[in-house]
């Protein structure tokens, strides 16, 4: 453990040092300034976050329509170090993650906590809905970046879609989350997410809905983007052609999951509203697999691209389903589905669907 009294010392000595180097008239005449004014000051304190997007700086909230769930500093790597996708992980396989952090104070971070969290594919996340795979203490240099590396073995309950998280702060630089239960990297600096999943077209996909305490009504808009994904560099991109083209998301249909109850004789009912799934209350087979006696019951529809629901607090199963819309086999359009809050507009998460022929 640092001790803070060293680090205040630090600190000290370091903005005495600025100010002895700002206070020298050979130095301002070097750098064509005749006032100590002109020279940068001195913050005394750290600037963590992980990316969101290529070009970010830390600057939240991250305006709607930005992709902010695929992030460059959260990388995964097969056994061979190879970079891939978080769409699919194998059973039984070793894996390995980095973490990128990036410290843009002019202060040290002399320890960082850096976790890594997995969960299935969803749009808001909390500690309590996702598995830790690890956490590290690390430094970060003012004005510096610094790679964490995650070692992991893929058990067979973590095989199938999922999602990455990564968090990264500091008790002693005074650098925390926002909320250390819910995650929301579209506002805090210091989350990153890796949330990317291949699917063929046709095919119907679930995800999670996950508000942690909040509740209320939400919309869900789908859109055709390629130029996030086409940013990333990965290696399983390249089977693909990215085609630019629109796509139609009328045909697009949005589910919740809802339960057929018992009726007489065992027979099962209609579907009604099931309500969220809450922790503890886990469902049959490999996780996101959904039982036999459940359904969905389908979202209200906005318009062309666009669904709302009123969500209750928890974590809510959602089903997309994906039409047939004329694409060739290796051609692939990514889709992003991006979840805000209906009254504040706040965003709430994204997922990115690369939809294959």
Not at 69 to 87: C, H, K, M, N, Y
Request: some cysteine.
């Amino acid at each position: 453990m640092i001790d803070k009294e060293y680090v205040r010392k630090l600190r000290k000595e370091a903005k005495n040092a600025v100010r002895t180097f700002n206070a020298d008239k050979s130095t301002r005449e070097l750098r064509g300034s005749d006032s100590q004014k002109d020279e940068p000051g001195y913050s005394g304190s750290s600037y963590l976050y992980i990316r969101g997007y290529d070009g970010d700086i830390g600057n939240r909230p991250i305006p709607p329509g930005v992709v902010f769930w695929l992030s460059p500093d959260v990388e995964l790597f097969d056994q061979a170090g190879v970079r891939i996708t978080t769409t699919e992980i194998s059973a039984n396989a070793n894996y390995k993650v980095q973490v990128g952090v990036t410290n843009d104070g002019d202060q040290d971070c002399n320890s960082c906590m850096v976790e890594l969290y997995l969960d299935d594919p969803s749009i808001g996340f909390s500690t309590t809905a996702s598995r830790l795979l690890g956490s590290k203490t690390a430094g970060v240099a003012g004005h510096a970046k610094t790679v964490v590396e995650f070692p992991f073995v893929a058990t067979d309950d973590m095989s199938g879609h999922r999602c990455m998280f990564a968090r990264a702060y500091s008790f002693l630089s005074n650098e925390l989350p926002l909320d250390f239960v819910n995650f929301n990297a579209a506002a805090d600096r210091h989350l990153g997410q890796q949330n990317l999943n291949i699917v063929k077209q046709g095919e119907t996909i679930q995800f999670n809905v996950h508000l942690g305490r909040r509740k209320g009504e939400l919309t869900l808009d789908l859109r055709t983007d390629t130029r996030a994904v086409k940013r990333m560099v990965l290696p399983i991109l390249g089977k693909y052609l990215l085609s630019g083209k629109t796509v139609n998301t009328e045909k697009f249909k949005i589910s919740r999951l809802a339960e057929r109850p018992a009726g007489p004789a065992g027979e099962k009912g209609p579907a009604r509203d099931a309500g969220p799934l809450k922790r503890g209350r886990p469902l049959p087979g490999r996780p996101g697999e959904i039982s036999p006696a459940a359904a969905f019951a389908p979202v209200e529809r906005l318009g062309k691209n666009a669904w709302k629901h009123a969500f209750e607090a928890g974590r809510t199963r959602m089903q997309l389903e994906i039409p047939q819309f004329g694409l060739k086999a290796n051609e692939a359009v990514a889709l992003n589905l991006q979840v805000t809050v209906a009254k504040t507009k706040e965003v709430v998460g994204g997922i990115t669907f690369l939809v294959a022929g």
